[in-house]
């Protein structure tokens, strides 16, 4: 076996365990909630409301995860995340505004208005923050910094908002803190094909990020073509990101976490930062969402709590870490 052939075996390895996790936290998370362990009698409650719960974790943490490692491969920055260009405050600015002035007047639609909403706000934030960075230069620190600039823009929007329709703050911040709780099939069904067509996509352009990572010179000296390749894959990232945010609400911290635990227990390389991404992100949201379920009897703790709780200590390892993100 040459040298080359032995570390694809040890990554098909490692893959393949990452699949077996996925699949006992699926099992774990589909036996356990506020009701207790489920008997063979009660399958409506594992079909209808705990399968729901469980697959659009998997997908949300699957898409944070890969739209993360994305973002950091085409950034160069192992500190960013899928909220990077605004596209929560966007996605923040647009539930807010359902929450406060929609919710009544589309009374009788045939679709909920508030994913929607928040759909479009990530993806209107996001391209706005693409025009003014594009206009000048289009590098990575004028999209990074005008990421920043929108986000504030649309942060500062939502709280004049909420100042004016206080009786909506308690759904907001409860929308803003994630809310897995209310998955249906629907849900699922709904985000899917967005996150598909991202994850394909993404997907295709591992081996491009792991040409970025030499800088935009040598990746143009190489025959990459930087800012194509820049455009593409944040435009998937965020369409994925766009999707899933619109049905679960801010969920921080994993876009992060994911992709650097999987750096630094698998390998650097984005031909399999990127697919071992999507399992562990599955894997962890999938189990992060449990103790929600059972530490507060009678209610639920926001699954974006957890994952805080989990991702700041996390993140401080990561800026003690001496590994170098290339």
Same mark, same amino acid.
């Given at each position: 076996?040459?040298?080359? /052939?032995?570390?694809?075996?040890?990554?098909?390895?490692? %893959?393949?365990?990452?699949?077996?996790?996925?699949?006992?936290? !699926?099992?774990?998370?589909?036996?356990?909630?506020?009701?207790?362990?489920?008997?063979?009698?009660?399958?409506?409650?594992?079909?209808?409301?705990?399968? $729901?719960?469980? /697959?659009?974790?998997?997908? *949300?943490?699957?898409?944070?995860?890969?739209?993360?490692?994305?973002?950091?491969?085409? @950034?160069?920055? $192992?500190?960013?995340? $899928?909220?990077?260009?605004?596209?929560?405050?966007?996605?923040?600015?647009?539930?807010?505004?359902?929450?406060?002035?929609?919710?009544?007047?589309?009374?009788?639609?045939?679709?909920?208005?508030?994913?929607?909403?928040? @759909?479009?706000?990530?993806?209107?934030?996001?391209?706005?923050?693409?025009?003014?960075?594009?206009?000048?230069?289009?590098?990575?620190?004028?999209? !990074?910094?005008?990421?920043?600039?929108?986000?504030?823009?649309?942060?500062?929007?939502?709280?004049?908002?909420?100042?004016?329709?206080?009786?909506?703050?308690?759904?907001?911040?409860?929308?803003?803190?994630?809310?897995?709780?209310?998955?249906?099939?629907?849900?699922?069904?709904?985000?899917?094909?967005?996150?598909?067509?991202?994850? !394909?996509?993404?997907?295709?352009?591992?081996?491009?990020?792991?040409?970025?990572?030499?800088?935009?010179?040598?990746?143009?000296?190489?025959?990459?073509?930087?800012?194509?390749?820049?455009?593409?894959?944040?435009?998937?990232?965020?369409?994925?990101?766009?999707?899933?945010?619109?049905?679960?609400?801010?969920?921080?911290?994993?876009?992060?976490? *994911?992709?650097?635990?999987?750096?630094?227990?698998?390998?650097?390389?984005?031909?399999?930062?990127? $697919?071992?991404?999507?399992?562990?992100?599955?894997?962890?949201?999938?189990? /992060?969402?449990?103790?929600?379920?059972?530490?507060?009897?009678?209610?639920?703790?926001?699954?974006?709590? !957890?994952?805080? @709780? %989990?991702?700041?200590?996390?993140?401080?390892?990561?800026?003690?870490?001496?590994?170098?993100?290339?």
């Amino acid at each position: 076996m040459t040298a080359t /052939a032995r570390p694809r075996t040890r990554h098909g390895w490692w %893959l393949a365990a990452a699949l077996v996790l996925l699949v006992g936290a !699926v099992v774990l998370g589909a036996m356990v909630g506020p009701a207790g362990t489920i008997s063979s009698a009660n399958w409506d409650i594992i079909w209808k409301i705990r399968m $729901p719960r469980v /697959a659009l974790a998997a997908i *949300v943490g699957a898409m944070l995860s890969l739209a993360g490692a994305s973002y950091q491969g085409v @950034f160069r920055n $192992p500190l960013v995340d $899928p909220y990077l260009l605004g596209a929560a405050a966007g996605a923040g600015l647009g539930a807010t505004l359902t929450f406060a002035y929609g919710r009544g007047a589309t009374v009788g639609w045939p679709i909920d208005i508030l994913p929607l909403s928040a @759909f479009v706000g990530a993806l209107a934030a996001v391209l706005l923050t693409y025009a003014v960075g594009a206009s000048f230069g289009g590098t990575s620190l004028t999209l !990074v910094l005008a990421g920043v600039a929108v986000a504030a823009l649309c942060t500062a929007v939502q709280q004049m908002v909420l100042l004016r329709n206080a009786d909506v703050i308690n759904e907001v911040y409860s929308w803003i803190s994630g809310r897995l709780s209310t998955a249906t099939w629907d849900d699922v069904r709904l985000v899917l094909p967005y996150v598909t067509v991202s994850a !394909v996509v993404l997907l295709m352009h591992r081996r491009q990020l792991d040409v970025l990572r030499v800088g935009d010179e040598e990746a143009a000296s190489l025959g990459a073509e930087v800012k194509r390749v820049r455009l593409v894959v944040v435009v998937a990232a965020t369409l994925g990101t766009a999707a899933v945010v619109s049905v679960s609400g801010l969920i921080g911290f994993v876009g992060i976490m *994911v992709p650097h635990l999987v750096r630094l227990m698998f390998s650097a390389s984005y031909r399999w930062v990127l $697919p071992m991404s999507i399992v562990v992100g599955a894997t962890f949201l999938i189990l /992060a969402d449990v103790p929600g379920r059972v530490l507060e009897h009678g209610r639920e703790t926001p699954i974006g709590v !957890v994952t805080a @709780f %989990l991702g700041a200590p996390m993140f401080i390892v990561v800026l003690r870490s001496k590994r170098r993100f290339t």
